[in-house]
């Protein structure tokens, strides 16, 4: 069964500092791996996603991750946090090409907070 | 592109009742779209999938008679909660797969079901 972790329950970084948010999965194989955002109140925004190719995937928002499968790890980057980063982060992963619909599994979130 | 809806974003009912919920897809056509639960500062927890023309596939543990499910067409999904309880009370966030086999699951913006 494919699992996520997410190590980090709460992160807080100041404006304008790196942000570096954690997943590491387990898989039997290459999975399909997402990370998602959520403001309070609302759904579910998707910032990038790796199916294959290239392990350093961009997203919106000037969000990237890194896929790095000798440390099952998805880890969710960026250079330069705003306030408006202020956010639930969730990492997920899909049990790749199956045809079929596929269900993902949710890490259980990090909570970003960003100081001014 | 990719967008999804929910109709009603909240919705307060007396205990008994039923209340339903639409989740459509604007832009795109969904053979499948998921149904997900999510408790105050949890992660996300998959009730259902949805497809299109035939029964929803319930995840263990949800009660099919009480959560109904109908996808009518490929871009409208219904959850119908059957005499709603204060328990039942949450934040139903849904989803639909892109149709276009990117594996990808865009997400409504929730809605906040609160049960007297």
């Known amino acids: 069964a494919q699992s996520v972790t997410q190590p980090d329950i709460h992160i807080t970084v100041s404006e304008g500092a790196s942000l570096e948010l954690r997943c590491n999965y387990s898989y039997g194989a290459t999975p399909y791996l997402f990370w998602y955002v959520q403001s309070p109140g609302q759904g579910l925004q998707l910032l990038l996603k790796?199916?294959?190719?290239?392990?350093l995937v961009q997203g919106i928002k000037g969000f990237e991750a890194e896929f790095k499968r000798s440390q099952s790890s998805f880890n969710l980057r960026k250079p330069s946090v705003h306030w408006s980063d202020a956010a639930e982060y969730f990492c997920?992963?899909?049990?790749?090409?199956?045809?079929?619909?596929?269900?993902?599994?949710f890490g259980t979130g990090t909570r970003l907070q960003v100081t001014l | 592109g990719a967008v999804v809806s929910q109709h009603p974003s909240w919705v307060i009912c007396k205990s008994g009742t039923s209340v339903k919920i639409e989740c459509r897809s604007l832009?795109?056509?969904?053979?499948?779209m998921f149904w997900y639960r999510q408790f105050p500062k949890q992660s996300l927890m998959l009730m259902a999938t949805?497809?299109?023309?035939?029964?929803?596939?319930?995840e263990q543990g949800v009660e099919k008679d009480k959560f109904l499910i109908n996808h009518a067409s490929l871009t409208l999904s219904t959850l119908t909660v059957t005499s709603a309880h204060p328990e039942d009370s949450s934040f139903y966030i849904c989803?639909?797969?892109?149709?276009?086999?990117?594996?990808?699951?865009?997400f409504g913006p929730g809605t906040r079901l609160l049960v007297l």
């Open positions: 997920a992963v899909g049990p790749g090409r199956t045809g079929t619909a596929s269900k993902l599994t």
């Open positions: 989803s639909a797969r892109d149709m276009s086999g990117a594996e990808t699951q865009y």
């Open positions: 790796y199916f294959s190719g290239d392990t």
């Open positions: 949805s497809n299109e023309g035939s029964k929803a596939t319930y």
């Open positions: 832009d795109f056509q969904a053979t499948t």
